[in-house]
């Protein structure tokens, strides 16, 4: 008898909490990288550079190689990589999402420990096992491997702006809409299912709706929004697939990148369309709808809604976004009640217009 075992990579490094930055240098060098190179988002060495120089150097960890990211190209990383010196121990990314993107994708390749320390968390990207980079003047998510190290320090994801903070909500409450995908798509035949993955993703999200505060910029709000985007990333990598983080409300996200006029934050497009999916889904709609009332995150997009049309187009088209990937939008009848849903609800008709 053949017993089926799954081997799957967990962060060796994990660290959380206030002032984390400080202890940069002291993780690194507990965990032996002394030497190491550093990849920037733009804008961010000048936020946190002294911090973060100051604590390599009192543990006495070297930068043999810099880089302000800024072009996150799949052919550009290949050609940059191989100028990393080879003597270097891990990749440290810096930033909220270019640079962590590139820096996986490039510690990846050269089968590096890669140590991921967002500085705003609008998305799951910061522990997922995938980069978001792009492919022929495309954006794509690529496989890649899930950090060794994460280390988050939530005085800098207070300070980062409301709309990353928001992101974050939008991209973890869309996890209601894709485990009912998921699980549908099982039912009609779909292989990829995994129990553990699933109770992981279904776990994380109702844990963070449990949370009372409606204060976004709470340090115990925050804390368990990291938390909650970060077990999301694990169970990607646990179930081998982006099914537990992604589902019907991130193929209309991703349809709005392409065709709008002007596409927002992944997290911000992906909370109204969860809002949208879960009640095509009759799947826990007052839930999604009470939690993003109650965070404010419908009156932050009100703010700068998102083009109508656009939006229904989005919708009529998500379902080629991907190929043989079972979501409520592959049902034509649900386009028809999307549509409806659009026109006649008092609040998508302040988020698009
Ligand atoms: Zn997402």
Redesign the pocket.
Known sequence: MVVKTQQISIPSILKIGSGEINNLGKYLKENNFPEIACFFSEGIEELFGEEISKSLKEADIKILHKNVISDISIENIMHNAFEIPKKVDALIGIGGGKALDYAKYCAHVLKLPFISIPTSTS??GFCSPNSSLLVQGKRKSVHASIPYGVIVDIDIIKSSPDSCIYSGIG?LI?KITAEWDWQEATKRGEQNFNDFGYLISQNSVMDFLCYQSIQIKEEKFLYNLVVALLMNGLSMEIAGSSRP??GSE?LI?HTLDKIAKNPQM??LQ?GIATYLCSYLQNNQFDVVKKFLCSTKFFDFVQQNPLDKEDFINAVKQARCAKEDFYTILSEDKMIEKAIKFINTDEILNKLLK
């Open positions: 998305n799951d991209d869309s983080a992604s991130h996200s992944h997290g992906v």
